[in-house]
């Protein structure tokens, strides 16, 4: 891999570059936008308790279906979706759409299997779920740092890399001077405001960026003459210099794929075969969708069991669009700008985007740089703000959860409250600074196409989890020994495998990589599947042969044992009776400081003035709330009968395109 090169490109505007968002009319629009969602933003930390660890971090169970499902549609949404998914459709056509209807089946799995467990088990994290569920320390230290690895490798850095080309098409600045305004703004209400800030400002950006892509979406298929002429100028979108002085370059290299508008490809010769896309990828949609940090803690904050199941079925709804909305997006401007985004010969690529793999990746961006009019320019940029600021604050809440309340506690055993709050936030800032420094791998790699980056990462590393947790629910009798032992050596095998894709470089279509075919050619959503498989049988295997874990542990941590009454022993009592956090402060804030101080803890939420103490039947009351999963009738039914509804649409997308 040329790390030079990299380094160079994301510096480096491309030649051709020129400044589009330099009008009155999308200027006014952006700083409107900013404005709008630092209100929203305001009001968030206004109207919310920031001052515990239950209000920032899971916004004290309060949040209705509609911000849920939101809020977890824009965390996953983020521009590296704008970028990638519109990306890879230029580059081999629609199958990447079966990505996102993929979690059409996925969040309602969420919803009625996995989140009611871990409601039941009362967690705050994943981490703290297996810790409950397995006792010990080592598995929930060992999750909290290789999600958080995850999170920089395949969500932070992607997303800022991703919001980086946008800027970079559209004005023409520096890069790493516009990420670290963009870091800056995100930043602010994501450390300030908690959880609660970040669902309502995701509920905000969700309908910034459907209204601004459907608007770019309209335009683009007007431009290109309708949903026929789409189908038949994207099979002649072949760039005018298909070779150099050097190299005349293969046809696959710059012919739009036979089959770029099928789902279900070749098994064996398809860049994205029929049997990974329905195996492989359920295997990271299980990571994603059910097991990650993200996500979940979203669920975890729903009033009611029937407002986690609705935010599912809103997100699933919304999760149809984007192959409306982003893929056939970027196959359209594949037609407009074909030199440009169909490139092959690396000089060219150069010229156009700034690096030599490919310049798919700015599909997007150069679409609503060309093609919309000023005004909707601006509408678009704060659209791709919007969807990398809410996938960025998502993360950055998540990421501070995971540090906070599963490794700094037991660094800090005697941790109060307050220094939680603090070191939660300056975790974030931390997180920020490694994420850009690993922007430059993230653009050499798979070719330049960043979707098969971000899944590719995450199929090295996401199916050894994805098995753990999965046995956790579904097999009672796997224990402690079987799991921990199955996430060592399945991370021990994806990291051979992505250590040795880095070392030899992913290669282009011109220049494979030299990679040994046993290691490197077996397709990553094959070699999730091999890995989510050995993961499975070694968990099995070792569990089988060690003592199990006693049923008085386990009441409501796994399905066979959710209705339990009994009351659950947890393996970890002892541990959590000396860990616990003292909620004592040695002062109140009136006593500590003048106004200054009082305006700064109202800022970060520190005020600890919350009101008189609960008594212990008060507390109890309160966590009998934060554990139930009770349904009224009626909306347990409507919730259901959407539950089918949207499965069969998924169903059904899936045939039609197959």
Not at 210 to 236: C, H, P, W
Not at 247 to 262: G, L, S, V
Not at 646 to 652: E, M
């Amino acid at each position: 891999m040329e790390t030079t090169t990299a380094v160079t490109a994301t510096t480096a505007a491309p030649e051709t570059q020129r400044i589009a968002i330099d009008n009155p009319a999308d200027i006014v629009v952006i700083v409107l936008y900013f404005l709008i969602v630092l209100a929203v933003g305001v009001w968030a930390m206004y109207s919310t308790n920031r001052g515990t660890v239950g209000g920032f971090f899971l916004a004290g169970r309060s949040m209705a279906w509609w911000p849920i499902g939101a809020s977890l549609f824009a965390s996953n949404i983020g521009s590296g979706h704008f970028v990638g998914l519109a990306g890879t459709g230029a580059a081999s056509g629609i199958a990447i759409g079966g990505f996102e209807w993929n979690a059409l089946v996925m969040v309602v799995i969420l919803g009625w299997l996995f989140v009611p467990i871990y409601i039941k088990a009362g967690v705050v994290t994943m981490p703290e779920y297996l810790r409950k569920r397995f006792g010990g320390k080592r598995m929930q230290i060992y999750l909290s740092i290789l999600s958080l690895f995850l999170y920089i490798f395949t969500k932070i850095s992607a997303d800022i890399f991703s919001g980086a080309i946008f800027i970079q098409q559209a004005m023409g600045l520096n890069i790493y001077v516009a990420i670290i305004i963009l870091l800056t703004i995100t930043a602010l209400y994501t450390i300030t405001g908690g959880l609660a800030a970040v669902i309502y400002t995701d509920t905000l950006q969700t309908f910034i960026m459907l209204v601004g892509s459907i608007i770019l979406t309209a335009f683009a298929f007007q431009e290109v003459g309708g949903y026929d002429e789409f189908i038949n100028r994207y099979m002649k979108a072949i760039p005018s210099i298909v070779s150099d002085e050097n190299t005349t370059y293969p046809e696959r290299c710059y012919m739009p794929r036979p089959d770029a508008f099928q789902i279900f490809r070749d098994p064996i010769n398809g860049d994205l075969p029929w049997p990974g896309l329905i195996f492989g990828l359920s295997i990271l949609a299980l990571w994603y969708w059910c097991t990650d940090q993200v996500i979940v803690q979203r669920c975890l904050s729903g009033k009611t069991m029937s407002h986690v199941k609705g935010g599912c079925i809103l997100c699933g709804y919304l999760k149809l669009l984007p192959m409306f909305l982003m893929v056939m997006p970027g196959m359209i401007s594949r037609i407009l700008y074909t030199d440009e985004v169909a490139c092959v010969v690396p000089v060219e690529c150069m010229k156009a985007c700034g690096t030599e793999v490919g310049c798919s990746n700015i599909a997007y961006p150069m679409m609503v740089v060309k093609l919309m009019p000023q005004g909707l320019r601006g509408l678009m940029l704060s659209v791709m703000l919007a969807s990398l600021m809410s996938s960025l604050t998502s993360i950055f809440n998540s990421a501070s959860t995971l540090f906070t309340m599963d490794i700094y506690t037991k660094i800090r055993k005697g941790a109060k409250e307050r220094e939680l709050m603090i070191v939660g936030r300056l975790f974030m800032l931390a997180l920020i600074g490694v994420s850009i420094a690993w922007v430059p791998i993230v653009q050499s790699a798979q070719s330049g196409q960043l979707f098969d980056y971000i899944q590719s990462i995450t199929s090295y590393l996401g199916p050894p989890i994805a098995a753990v947790f999965f046995l956790a629910i579904f097999c009672k009798r796997v224990n402690e020994q079987g799991a921990f032992w199955s996430l060592v050596i399945g991370l021990v095998i994806g990291l051979s495998r992505m250590i040795a894709e880095f070392a030899y470089g992913t290669g282009s279509c011109a220049k494979p990589s030299d990679c040994p075919a046993i290691i490197c050619k077996v397709h990553y959503l094959y070699f999730a599947m091999i890995l989510f498989a050995i993961s499975i049988i070694i968990i099995l295997s070792i569990s089988f042969l060690t003592k199990p874990i006693d049923e008085v542990h386990l009441y409501r941590l796994c399905w066979t044992l959710r209705n339990s009454k009994e009351k659950r022993i947890d393996l970890d009592a002892d541990e959590s009776e000396t860990e616990e956090p003292t909620d004592k402060e040695e002062t109140t804030p009136d006593e500590e400081g003048g106004c200054c101080m009082k305006a700064y803890n109202w800022f970060c939420g520190l005020d600890s003035k919350e009101g008189p103490k609960m008594s212990k039947e008060e507390e109890e009351a309160m966590r009998q709330k934060l554990l139930d999963t009770g349904e009224h009738p009626c909306w347990k039914r409507v919730v259901n009968t959407n539950a089918i509804i949207l499965l069969a649409v998924a169903v059904f997308c899936h045939g039609f395109f197959a």
